[in-house]
Antibody
Framework: QVRLVQSGAEVKKPGSSVKVSCKTS???????VNWVRQAPGQGLEWMGRIVPMLRITDYAQKFLGRVTITADKSTGTAYMDLDSLRSDDTAVYYC????????????WGQGTLVTVSS | QSVLTQPPSASGTPGQRVTVSCSGS????????VDWYQHFPGTAPELLIY???QRPSGVPDRFSGSKSGTSASLAINGLQSEDEADYYC???????????FGTGTKVTVL
């Protein structure tokens, strides 16, 4: 049984950065950890992914230069760092797992609300 | 601005068939497989259909997916009240080198 558990809600000031963690457990196959966000009233938006085993990352063009996704293989934890926060970064951030070579996100974390407000 | 376009809403009465379309291009749906997600507000999305028409274990067989050219479709046969949710298509985009979601469709059970 694959399980993803994310860190708790955050409140940040504009211009600061936030780091959200995602601890994965269960499953044996190589996988990627993806980050998806949903702003209030908006749809789902893919931000990027990491293959922890290979430390390979892909980022959505919109977030290039502002987001960094890392992973600690020893603890099975992935991290998403978002810099230069703006009010429109207020969203629920999800991590989700996909088997290596596949795109479908078959297991999801519970979501982390990040609020950016002065 | 998503590169996959869905109708904002769809509706039906219990027992009816409802379809949700997803329109893309040659760089995404035209050259890669399509996934569908069901999302209830306040919870995490769940994978509903993968690789165009495959259902994960536990997904009722009233949900089905299809793909043709640069478009895909989700069908819900025998609509039930618990199917009222937001539905998103998604596919890898070779030009953007990223996974893109559709604009989302809210399905309402009348």
């Amino acid at each position: 049984q694959v399980r993803l558990v994310q860190s708790g809600a955050e409140v940040k000031k504009p211009g600061s950065s936030v780091k959200v963690s995602c601890k994965t457990s269960g499953g044996t196959l190589p996988y990627s950890v993806n980050w998806v966000r949903q702003a209030p009233g908006q749809g789902l938006e893919w931000m990027g992914r990491i293959v922890p085993m290979l430390r390979i990352t892909d980022y959505a063009q919109k977030f290039l230069g502002r987001v960094t996704i890392t992973a600690d293989k020893s603890t099975g934890t992935a991290y998403m760092d978002l810099d230069s926060l703006r009010s429109d970064d207020t969203a629920v951030y999800y991590c989700a797992r996909a088997s290596l070579g596949a795109t479908q996100l078959d297991s999801w974390g519970q979501g982390t609300l990040v609020t950016v407000s002065s | 601005q998503s590169v996959l376009t869905q109708p904002p809403s769809a509706s039906g009465t219990p027992g009816q068939r409802v379809t949700v379309s997803c329109s893309g291009s040659s760089s995404n749906i035209g050259s890669n497989t399509v996934d569908w997600y069901q999302h209830f507000p306040g919870t995490a999305p769940e994978l509903l259909i993968y690789t165009n028409n495959q259902r994960p274990s536990g997904v009722p067989d009233r949900f089905s997916g299809s793909k043709s050219g640069t478009s895909a479709s989700l069908a819900i046969n025998g609509l039930q009240s618990e199917d009222e949710a937001d539905y998103y298509c998604a596919a890898w985009d070779d030009s953007l080198n990223g996974y893109v979601f559709g604009t989302g469709t809210k399905v309402t059970v009348l």
